[in-house]
C-alpha cells in the first residue's frame, strides 16, 4: 500500500503568519491526494484534494499542489487564524485496501 | 453534516470484557470504515466493509472483529478488552473511499 511522511508537529505560529505543512508520500500510479482536518473534539472532515499531477486543491484559504516530481503535496496558507488550530493529516489512498492511509498528522497551534 | 452516529459516545470497561461499539447512517453509502487514534500513532484502520457481509481488514485488526448485516450499521466488537484498546474510535462512511466522513468518535477506557 502508499505511505505518507508528514512534518512533526506541534507547529505554532501567531496569527496572519504564513503557514506550510509539509507531506509526502509513496504511491502507485498517480492516485488522488487529500488533506483532511480534525479540530479539537471532532471527527477529521476533509479539507481539500488533487485528483491529478499539477492540480492544485483549495478550500478556506488552504492551498496544496500535486507535484509529482517531488511526490510532494504540502499544505500552505497564506495568514492563519486562531480558528485555524486544529490537527492536519496528509491522506494519500491505500492501493492495497479500499481505504486512505492517514498519516500521524501535525498539529498546528495559532497564538493571537 | 452526513448522518453518522456513534454509540456509546463514552465506555468504561474492564479488562476481559467484549465491547461492542456502533455506527449508524442514514447516508445509503457503501463503505464504512473504523480507525482508532492514539497520540504518536495518528489514525489507524482496523477494519472497514464495502458492502453488506463483505468486510476486510486494515492494519490493526488483531483482537478485533466487525459485522455488517445491514447498510446502515456497522458493528465493532472486542472479543475481549484489554488496556492497549484504550482509545478514540470513530467510523467513517463514504460512497468513493476517499471523501470520507467521520463520527463524532467514541472513548473506550479499559480498566
Known amino acids: 500500500g502508499n505511505s505518507v511522511t508528514q512534518m512533526e508537529g506541534p507547529v505554532t505560529l501567531s496569527e496572519e503568519a504564513f503557514l506550510t505543512i509539509n507531506c509526502t508520500y509513496t504511491?502507485?500510479?498517480?492516485?488522488?491526494l487529500f488533506w483532511y482536518v480534525q479540530y479539537p473534539g471532532e471527527g477529521l472532515q476533509l479539507l481539500l484534494k488533487?485528483?491529478?499531477?499539477?492540480d492544485k486543491g483549495s478550500n478556506k484559504g488552504f492551498e496544496a499542489t500535486y507535484r509529482k516530481e517531488t511526490t510532494s503535496f504540502h499544505l500552505e496558507k497564506g495568514s492563519v487564524q486562531v480558528s485555524d488550530s486544529a490537527v492536519y493529516f496528509c491522506?494519500?489512498?491505500?492501493?492495497?485496501?479500499?481505504?486512505?492511509?492517514f498519516g500521524s498528522g501535525t498539529r498546528l497551534q495559532v497564538q493571537p | 453534516d452526513a448522518g453518522i452516529t456513534q454509540s456509546p459516545r463514552h465506555k468504561v470497561t474492564e479488562t476481559g470484557t467484549p465491547v461492542t461499539l456502533r455506527c449508524h447512517q442514514t447516508?445509503?453509502?457503501?463503505?464504512m470504515y473504523w480507525y482508532r487514534q492514539d497520540p504518536g500513532h495518528g489514525l489507524r484502520l482496523i477494519h472497514y466493509?464495502?458492502?453488506?457481509?463483505?468486510?476486510d481488514k486494515g492494519e490493526v485488526s488483531d483482537g478485533y472483529s466487525v459485522s455488517r448485516s445491514k447498510t446502515e450499521d456497522f458493528l465493532l466488537t472486542l472479543e475481549s478488552a484489554t488496556s492497549s484498546q484504550t482509545s478514540v474510535y470513530f467510523c467513517?462512511?463514504?460512497?468513493?473511499?476517499?471523501?470520507?466522513?467521520f463520527g463524532p468518535g467514541t472513548r473506550l477506557t479499559v480498566t
Open positions: 504511491a502507485t500510479g498517480y492516485p488522488s
Open positions: 447516508e445509503n453509502h457503501r463503505y
Open positions: 466493509s464495502y458492502g453488506v457481509k463483505d468486510t
Open positions: 488533487a485528483t491529478k499531477a499539477d
Open positions: 491522506a494519500p489512498p491505500d492501493t492495497g485496501r479500499r481505504a486512505l492511509t
Open positions: 467513517a462512511i463514504s460512497e468513493d473511499v476517499y471523501e470520507q466522513y
